[in-house]
């Protein structure tokens, strides 16, 4: 095994962040590796870590002041086994290769889990949305799609939102797309209820980690109710975190933003967190202007002087990162350790270092990994997918209940797998697993291609 990863880093050296995330994988299917021979006789490892496709192009735009400005556009269509390749598009200006080579690896593992028939992908572009107009971010979009759409469609690939594209960026896709193409069709999910998209999705990953928490929990007969939670991030994900957490009973105390955090001892309640809706989703501001508003709340500026993040370094019982990969690393788990913390729910990808990780597992935190906590989101894309194709809409009830239950489900096929293979309790290893084995048996039914 260790050979196949020093092949993999020898390749592609500079891919740190697909590294870790193979690496991650690598370490927790060994067992099913033992058990199936005929995979490595397939040369199962070398074909799922390499993806089937990876398109990457030139895109230019004329910002607002008439000059041509020109970013780096990407799909990586990774596996495609059990269905069109389903991802986020992310625009952000660390977006490179590395990053969405591990996005999209994870990817297929989580589709995987949520038992609907999505193969893994991921896109975007080092364009920052951020202190973009409107226009100019149409313009973008406009570009990006007029490349981008030769290689996607409903039964092909069918991206989604990630960091820096939400409604608005989904709507100008959607509408160069359907100009191209002259047709109208579920190739994205996200969509605006208006045309074509499904309730729910936009809360869906924040609601599903918090559905999937409260399975852990009651295991032990436990429940959120005045549980007092961390939670990282202040975007789509963070935010219906904490709506969620607040519907269930719990307490919410902390918030973040690139610029720093907040930490409300009383409490982020339904009205405060309305607040932080408006601030950074019309308003666009900054989460600092929190304390502006809600004096008894104290505003931690970012210091990258520091070795470790001091919003992990609170009292708590539970722990949502929901901003960005590798945002917890050893010193924060400790912290998180130290101050009582017991769960471990990731909202966003790979927010958490291995060597986070084995903190967390060697103290026997409940600690679910993003591809099954925050499966939530593309879940409810492939349900959004399955009513395009109906010409339905189901109401709110409906698709909460198909969210619930598809998340009751992969924390049930985490525990099955991690026990099969003599891990009980290791949701982590469970994961790893149980998409594994699905995607590779997917392969090996579907031959050598």
Not at 336 to 356: D, H, K, Q
Not at 369 to 385: D, F, I, R, Y
Not at 407 to 417: E, F, G, N, V, Y
Request: aromatic share 10%; glycine share 10%.
């Amino acid at each position: 095994m260790s050979e196949f990863l020093k092949t993999i880093i020898s390749r592609d050296p500079y891919e740190k962040e697909f590294h870790q995330a193979v690496q991650e994988v690598l370490e927790t299917v060994q067992p099913v590796l033992d058990r199936n021979p005929e995979y490595r006789q397939a040369a199962i490892l070398e074909r799922i870590t390499e993806p089937e496709r990876v398109i990457m192009f030139r895109v230019p735009w004329m910002d607002d002041q008439g000059q041509v400005q020109v970013n780096r556009g990407f799909r990586i269509q990774m596996n495609s086994a059990i269905g069109p390749y389903k991802g986020g598009i992310r625009f952000h200006p660390s977006v490179n290769l590395s990053i969405l080579k591990f996005l999209a690896f994870e990817q297929v593992f989580k589709n995987a889990l949520t038992t609907l028939s999505m193969g893994g992908g991921k896109g975007g572009s080092d364009f920052d949305p951020k202190g973009k107009s409107d226009n100019e971010v149409m313009h973008f979009c406009q570009s990006f799609m007029a490349e981008l759409y030769r290689h996607i469609g409903p039964d092909t690939d069918v991206p989604a939102g990630d960091i820096g594209v939400g409604a608005r960026e989904i709507g100008y896709l959607f509408g160069m797309y359907k100009r191209l193409r002259n047709e109208f069709t579920g190739v994205l999910t996200g969509k605006s209820l208006g045309w074509g998209g499904s309730l729910i999705r936009p809360e869906a990953t924040g609601y599903g980690c918090v559905y999937f928490a409260a399975e852990m929990l009651s295991t032990q007969n436990d429940s959120m109710e005045e549980k007092v939670c961390l939670v990282s991030g202040s975007g789509n994900v963070a935010q219906h975190t904490a709506e969620k957490i607040i519907e269930l009973g719990g307490k919410v105390v902390t918030l973040s933003d690139s610029s720093g955090y907040i930490y409300d001892e009383e409490g982020i309640d339904s009205d405060k967190l309305a607040f932080v809706k408006r601030l950074k989703n019309i308003r666009r501001g900054r989460i600092s202007e929190y304390v502006d508003k809600y004096s008894e709340a104290v505003f931690t500026e970012v210091d990258t002087s520091l070795d470790y993040n001091p919003l992990w370094n609170h009292n708590a019982y539970c722990a949502f990162p929901c901003a960005t990969q590798n945002e917890i690393n050893g010193k924060d788990a400790q912290n998180l350790v130290n101050n009582g913390v017991r769960l471990v729910s990731e909202g966003s990808n790979m927010p958490s270092t291995p060597e986070a990780i084995n903190i967390f597992l060697d103290n026997k935190l409940f600690y679910a990994p993003g591809k099954a906590a925050n499966a939530g989101g593309v879940a409810v894309s492939g349900l959004e997918m399955a009513q395009n194709s109906m010409r339905l809409n189901w109401p709110r009830e409906e698709v909460d209940s198909r969210l619930k239950m598809i998340m009751r489900s992969i924390h049930q096929t985490c525990l099955d797998a991690s026990a099969e293979y003599g891990m009980q309790g290791n949701y982590m290893a469970g994961a790893n697993i149980a998409g594994f084995v699905k995607v590779v048996n997917a392969m090996l039914d579907q031959g050598l291609v």
